[in-house]
């Protein structure tokens, strides 16, 4: 692949991954948020995918069709149960409007950029003017679990910041250890489901799924 | 062979359990543990003084560190099963629960053993990841295994808090590897734990210091330290007591012994100054929060959740420390503080089931009415606070000296200040348990069987023989602290 042609492609998907965040503070119907999560787990395997075509290696590309496939396709079909579990899955009453939201997110980014200077002097050039973006998305991912109140919200939530960590683990080091990552993916389709029957017994015992309702323990 | 041995027992002991829960699956579950903890015992003595042990293709590595932490996790994890055993049987008799449901229980007991054996005989810090990981996944259900309302809430708020700090850790992992990839050297991008070591002279001092607290904030929140506590005590109180003995005991000191590595590294790349600082806010914070919500406290439960937060401050402040005498009087307190807790959880449950409550006003003068009980919560009050002769003397005593040594005055008054609240905060809430005035519902005790009291008695005694003296432990103590310090 020419040198150019591959700086401008990672810069666009590692971008898509970015703007999914975007769109997820944006939207509030929980169907569209599962959308733009799939959309972002496969920008994420495309960044794996061009990296992996660019430094010839085989297990990088092995990674990233096994990204896509966790993050693209395995976790979202998990999560869109339980928004049909719940049709109501609508964040009613979000702790912060939707324009503030927007800024907030906006604001992250830059903080992003800053955090970010002294691991984008250590990694090679093309990927390590985005590392940001990574940063900006799991800081985003924080913002989505802080100020949210349903419960597939917070799962979202954990997984923006997850897929924060993977942009900058990927862009930043030459690729993680194949371990790690089989690892890393492993854990969190665990996490997602182990979330899921939580989030449907809480359903069944509870009735409404909303975190602002667990005020059971406290001092 | 060996560690591969020690990490498939309690693996075949979970394919055991898949089959509809009886006594006799337990009984396997314990014996899978007890083997766990001898050939624990015989690791030790083959790596306390030759060369670490290597495994599976250079996957496991056990030195004196990690098998002193087999060891730790497999007496633990034998009161704990033991224990398992009545709490099911109980359970299942008292019909709020299946025997469906129990096999899930004891799956994944099992499976939350051998992810924290894996956690600590990995060679890779990126395997050891996996494996704190891994145990967050495994007790999410057994914290929720009850069912309840507020058991659900606390496995809630477990996984998603432990779930977004050990991404924080994963970060600082991945940050590491970046530091490796750029130090040159002859291994460049390794995970390693010795390669890491060998390497850390060359490694981005910028990205270490940026990994280490990262690091710090994701094992820590597994820790339990403040700020990053606020699961701990609701997981705690609302886990099954075996679960509550498992993950109070072992599992805190499993993700800190995690932070000891991370610390070894960072003290070679940026010297002492900076992974101190971290440790000494952490330990300090932890303190100053357990002392100020122990004195308030009406659950039982939660008292002694709280009470780890404390131990796990003072392990943070003698970790800060970092000489080899700190860090071996951290081990022996990381073995006391497991044993001490767990008998207590233990005991807790019983009484939680004798008089199905766990509000400290609700139950009193246990020392009268339930003497075996009463007597054994009081013995455990004792050794956790930290009395003579129990294990947790000497070390809260040598972790003082040391810090002082290096240092450290100013933190180890603090912690004094915070030791002698929670010690006050905690016997006015033992004395109303204990003894407290005659209360109305004085109910005919039912004495408690020998199978539950005499493995608790125990433990007691272990951790006592250990505080008269620790010549059983004392070369492995000091060889796994020289592993980590210099």
Known sequence: MSGSGFAGGLGLAAAAVLVCAMVIVWRRSATAIVHALALQGASLGTVALLLGLHQRSGVLVLVSVLVVAVKGAVVPRLLARVVAGDPASRET????????????????????????????????????????????????????????????????????????????????????????????????????????????RMQSVLGRVDIGQLRELHD | MLPVVILALPLVAAGAAVRPWRPWVGWVGASSVACVLVLGVVLAARVVSGAPLIALGGLLRVDALSAFMVIVIGSVALLATWQSVRYLTHEIGAGRCTRRHASLYAVLVQAFVATMLLAV???????????????????????????????????????????????????????????SEHAGGSTPGDLDWTSLMRAARHLNPGVMRLALGLLLLGYGTKVGLAPMHSWL?????????????????????????????FEAIANRTLGVGFPRLLLVIGGLLSLLVAASLLLTQRDYKRMLAYHSIEHMGLVALGAAAASPLAIAAVLLHVLGHGLAKAVLFLVSGEILLVESTSEIAQVRALLT?????????????????????????????????????????????????????????????????????????????SPTPRMVTLPLVGGLLTCAVLGVSAWPLQTLLVAAAHVVAR
């Not at chain 1, 989505?144 to 897929?163: C, E, H, K, P, Y």
């Not at chain 2, 997981?235 to 993700?255: D, E, I, R, Y």
Request: with cysteine; charged share 10%; hydrophobic share 60%.
């Open chain 1, 93 to 200: 009453a979000p702790l912060v409007n939707v324009p503030a939201s927007l800024v907030t997110a906006g604001a992250l980014s830059f903080l992003a950029y800053a955090v970010a200077r002294p691991l984008a002097a250590l990694a090679p050039p093309p990927s390590g003017r985005l590392v940001f973006m990574g940063m900006a998305v799991l800081l985003i991912g924080f913002f989505v679990m802080a100020s949210r109140r349903q419960a597939i919200s917070q799962i979202v939530g954990l997984l923006l910041v997850d897929n924060g960590i993977a942009l900058v683990a990927f862009l930043a080091t030459a690729g993680v250890p194949l371990l790690l990552e089989l690892g890393a993916s492993l854990d969190v389709m665990l996490v997602v489901v182990v979330l899921r029957v939580l989030a449907t």
């Open chain 2, 121 to 179: 005989l990995a060679s890779n810090v990126g395997v050891l990841w996996v494996a704190v990981e891994a145990t967050t996944v495994t007790t999410t259900f057994l914290v929720g295994h009850r069912g309840t309302a507020k058991a659900l809430e606390a496995s809630w708020k477990y996984i998603v808090i432990c779930s977004v700090g050990i991404a924080m850790a994963f970060l600082g992992t991945v940050l590491v590897y970046l530091a």
């Open chain 2, 233 to 261: 005590p609701d997981a705690h109180s609302q886990a099954p007591a075996p679960v509550s003995a498992l993950m109070s005991g072992v599992l805190l000191s499993v993700a800190f012994y995690a932070l000891l590595r």
């Open chain 2, 369 to 445: 009415r339930r003497p075996a009980l009463g007597g054994l919560f009081a013995a455990g009050l004792i050794a956790l606070l930290g009395l003579p002769p129990f294990s947790l003397f000497i070390s809260e005593f040598n972790m003082l000296r040391a810090e002082v040594q290096t240092g450290l005055v100013g933190p180890a008054s603090v912690a004094l200040v915070a030791m002698a609240v929670i010690f006050a905060a905690v016997m006015a809430h033992g004395r109303h348990l204990l003894l407290g005035g005659a209360s109305g519902s004085a109910t005919l005790p």
